[in-house]
């Protein structure tokens, strides 16, 4: 058990850091939308899964995912889009899950702020469309209520 918590903290680090790395994120998409699934603690709760690399992504095109092709996502618009409104709906990011569907789940506006830390001690700026700053983007996500 506690390999497996190793194996998934190291992926999600992975995630964080290639995500800030390369600025895009990428996830699997079809004709009718984007992969989801449930989450594995909660059958309620949503998680839409993201890789850090396109092969990572391709890897889980199989099964029911089968029609789905990997599309990259670029960082901006994952944190201010996706990560934001996946917040105010109460679905979890799947961190470079596995094939097997083996990975982190995590809070959106939780998966943001590492990868804008993350960013932020790496002195890289970024581009956004409704924030004038890496730190202007944590300040407000720091001071949104603790629900979201």
């Given at each position: ?74 960082l901006?618009?994952?944190l ?32 943001a702020?590492?990868?804008l ?24 996500i720091?001071e949104?209520?603790?629900d979201?």
């Amino acid at each position: 058990m506690l390999q497996d918590i190793a194996i998934i903290e190291l992926k999600y680090n992975t995630f964080i850091e290639r995500a800030a790395a390369t600025k895009s994120v990428w996830g699997l998409k079809s004709k009718t939308g984007w992969a989801n699934s449930n989450s594995n603690d909660d059958e309620e709760i949503s998680v839409i899964p993201f890789w850090s690399d396109r092969a990572y992504a391709k890897a889980c095109a199989r099964d029911d995912w089968n029609r789905y092709l990997p599309v990259e996502i670029l960082l901006a618009e994952f944190l201010e889009s996706w990560c934001v409104e996946m917040a105010e709906e109460n679905v979890l990011v799947g961190a470079n899950w596995d094939a097997r569907m083996f990975g982190k789940e995590s809070p959106a506006l939780e998966v943001a702020l590492d990868i804008l830390n993350l960013l932020k001690a790496s002195n890289t700026a970024i581009v956004f469309k409704n924030y004038s700053s890496v730190d202007d983007f944590i300040a407000n996500i720091n001071e949104l209520p603790d629900d979201l």
